[in-house]
């Protein structure tokens, strides 16, 4: 089973400047997260979709950032304009949307190191 | 709120030794579910072991355990015979509430677990 896919692995960029991340999730999961991971930081939830519907982006600096799944598949995480703050790694996860509760285990991306000058 | 605590920055441990890595966590809800993860310098996020607030055995998954104290509501991770290749980021995570279609992970600070030959 192929795991979660992202492009491109790294990026860097100057601010100001615009930058697009895609994300893959596993095949049949409906629900996929984007997170962002500062240095020395763990993972902040930035945008959860279910299927192509957005379920959380309260942490989500919407003045800058965009994300959609307009298919309920693939993803797009897009900022514009970075600053230096945006500076991260984006890490995309899945998981499968089980009827009963259970463990709702995510699998991760390799993730986006961004940096921005 | 949800929160994570993870105290120790940084853990050393000799190879073949077991090692016990700290978390502490709030939040109000009755229903909940706690992670952990693992993350390799390669940066991708593995999932190690969870436990179910309603749980009522500590979760085991080979040499992974969590000592889930709810009273205290601590779910420090042990990990037995440690291994070089079990250096790496660790951290801690939680979802709650768990019957909600909000499905994101809060994660702590994480620990760097450092392995001696």
């Known amino acids: 089973e192929a795991g979660v896919a992202q492009s491109p692995r790294y990026k860097i960029i100057e601010k100001r400047q615009s930058v697009a991340f895609w994300c893959n999730p596993i095949?049949?999961?409906?629900?996929l997260y984007w997170y962002q991971q500062i240095l020395g930081q763990g993972p902040k939830l930035l945008i959860q979709f279910q299927n192509n519907g957005v379920v959380d982006d309260s942490q989500l600096p919407k003045d800058r950032f965009s994300a959609e799944r307009l298919k309920g598949v693939d993803s797009t995480l897009k900022i514009q304009p970075a600053k230096l703050e945006d500076s991260a790694v984006y890490l995309c996860?899945?998981?499968?949307?089980?009827?009963?509760?259970?463990?709702?285990?995510?699998?991760f991306g390799p993730g986006t190191r961004l940096t921005v000058t | 709120a949800q929160k994570i605590t993870q105290t120790q920055p940084g853990m050393f441990v000799q190879e073949k030794e077991a090692v016990t890595l700290d978390c502490t966590y709030d939040?109000?809800?009755?229903?909940?579910?706690l992670f952990w993860y693992k993350q390799p310098s390669s940066g991708e996020m593995i999932f190690l072991i969870y436990q179910g607030s309603y749980d009522e055995q500590n979760a085991t998954e080979g040499r992974y355990s969590l000592n889930f104290q709810k009273a205290r509501k601590s779910a420090n991770l042990v990990i037995s015979a440690s291994q070089l290749g079990d250096s790496a980021m660790y951290f801690c995570?939680?979802?709650?509430?768990?019957?909600?279609?909000?499905?994101?992970?809060?994660f702590g600070s994480g620990t760097r677990l450092q392995v001696q030959p």
């Open positions: 939040t109000s809800d009755q229903s909940y579910g």
């Open positions: 095949s049949g999961h409906a629900t």
């Open positions: 996860a899945s998981s499968y949307f089980p009827l009963l509760v259970g463990t709702y285990e995510q699998y």
């Open positions: 995570a939680m979802r709650s509430p768990l019957d909600t279609g909000r499905r994101a992970l809060t």
